[in-house]
């Protein structure tokens, strides 16, 4: 389910809390890039049963910073390719670890 919530601060344009993906501005839902960059997401919290993603985005976060987290790099790498979700390998993720 798509959300569009402008009550946060920063530079985001969208993130995904399971089962949401809140966008910062109603003109992001036509922005397929950033509306496959989410589902990425989507998909990597479903492998992770949800909170484990959580935990491990947190962990490297903190220790890493926000462009290396593996999530991220995936999300990023491959947001662009409308057609990623459809072939993308099971916990693809790890290859950005």
Not at 23 to 38: G, M, S, W
């Amino acid at each position: 389910m798509i959300v569009v919530l402008n009550i946060f601060w920063g530079s985001y344009r969208g993130i995904t809390l399971w089962p949401f993906i809140i966008l910062k501005t109603k003109e992001l839902k036509a922005d397929k890039r950033v509306i496959n960059h989410e589902r990425i997401h989507m998909r990597q919290q479903l492998e992770m049963l949800v909170i484990f993603f959580y935990i491990v985005y947190l962990i490297e976060l903190l220790f890493k910073g926000y462009w290396k987290v593996s999530f991220e790099k995936e999300a990023y790498s491959n947001d662009d390719n409308l057609e990623y979700i459809k072939k993308r390998k099971f916990c693809a993720f790890l290859k950005y670890m």
